[in-house]
């Protein structure tokens, strides 16, 4: 069974929920706008794998546990931060109103976010034991990502602002996010994803999930912050070029996410692994993760102790050379100079 008792509660308090607020046809509309893609997402990061790829039954409870249990969790324990966050600022005289937005959106929601949505993978012995390979950490945080973010999604196009704009308010807004913060919740899990996989495959110290999961964080913080510039400043036009540059992000993040995917699948298919599915080769993973080590072994031992030819080799280069090579320019540059920007037009308010 996917969802479990405790979980049917939680589906049925967030279904009436977004029936009140926009009633039973608005609620179906903005369901549908936000599972229908939600599902060819989470195709798409599935079937990056051209080996073993992961079972449907067991996404699907990653997916579930994002879209209800990880919701619901988020809910309550983002009213909690803030409330503290309010209390602690409240003793230092009052308080700006723009300076509590960008607290809790930036800081207090991707700690919060970032650690129940992927707790199912260490919880749930099903999604547990099917994370075999290190790619699977990234196809599973993936789901358990794209699950929240498609809730999330039926809990802005139903707010106040929207349903009073009727079902175009609704469209807009589902739509809008579809391409931007459902990606963005994708990319993030994938990577406290990917930490989990090294450290359940790898056998890597728990630090290794540590620091993904803070990667994560300030990707969603870096996400947050864009968001909250341009709604800060919705008449300037440097806020529209932000949101567009979100969105031109977020979809690079989700082809980040699947090319690695089909690395780290091609690696281990062809290289090594410490464990394997079929029975009739024996590998060694190591430390094969581009995100970690940019000299990879690709050295492929048969058993019968003889050498393949190796896909490529970084003999030749020295480590700095191929720590270079691996870095996405384009991108990186981009980033940088769009998260200064913010930063930046942000420091103005204070």
Known sequence: MILSRKQWVFVLILVLTFIGMGGVAGFVFAATLSFVPAYYYLRSIRNSEEKDREPWDVLK??????????????????????????????????????????????????????????IVMFRNTEVRSNIDEVEDGLVYGAACGLGFGATENILYGLSEDAVTAGYLGILAVVVLRTVSSILLHLVATSFTGHGISKYLVEGQPFSIVIKYYFLAVLIHAAWNGAAVYSMIYTDNFSGVLILIFSIMLAIGGLEFSRRRIREIDMEGSNIMSNQIRSSEVSKTWGDSSKWDKSNVSTTAVPKDGTTSPTLYSTDDRTSAQTWFANIDWKSAVGTGIFLLFILGDMLQLF
């Open 61 to 118: 409870i990653a997916f579930a546990w994002g879209a209800v249990s990880g919701v619901f969790l988020a809910i309550v324990f983002n009213g909690l931060g803030i409330s503290l966050l309010l209390v602690f600022l409240a003793e230092d005289g009052t308080v700006s109103d723009d300076l509590v937005l960008i607290l809790s959106v930036v800081i207090v929601a991707p700690i919060v976010e970032e650690f129940v949505k992927p």
